[in-house]
């Protein structure tokens, strides 16, 4: 099964989130050590069903996802635009991919 991780929420200054821990991209800001989108990555590898994974909205060199095989895609517009963009990623590693 390929998994679609939506990454692409952006702290803006004027964020409590951003005030608290200066992180500019929702996705990264840390948790127990680790950026939020990690614990999402480690939690769906775990489970043991996912084959592939696109995460949208965050680039590989803003967080070290190495360990997995994570593929990414830059945004391309709004929510339903980078969730299509995704699809397109998801389908082009795993031409069989379908919908659950």
């Given at each position: 099964?390929?998994?679609?991780?939506?990454?692409?929420?952006?702290?803006?200054?004027?964020?409590?989130?951003?005030?608290?821990?200066?992180?500019?991209?929702?996705?990264?800001?840390?948790?127990?050590?680790?950026?939020?989108?990690?614990?999402?990555?480690?939690?769906?590898?775990?489970?043991?069903?996912?084959?592939?994974?696109?995460?949208?909205?965050?680039?590989?060199t803003e967080i070290d996802l190495t360990a997995f095989p994570v593929h990414f895609v830059e945004p391309v517009g709004g929510?339903?635009?980078?969730?299509?963009?995704?699809?397109?990623?998801?389908?082009?590693?795993?031409?069989?991919?379908?919908?659950?």
């Open positions: 099964m390929e998994a679609i991780i939506t990454a692409g929420g952006i702290n803006r200054p004027d964020d409590p989130l951003y005030a608290l821990t200066g992180v500019e991209k929702k996705a990264l800001i840390p948790l127990a050590g680790k950026p939020m989108v990690t614990w999402i990555v480690e939690a769906l590898y775990g489970s043991g069903i996912i084959n592939n994974m696109v995460i949208v909205g965050l680039k590989p929510m339903i635009d980078n969730i299509l963009a995704a699809l397109a990623k998801a389908r082009a590693i795993n031409p069989t991919a379908q919908k659950m």
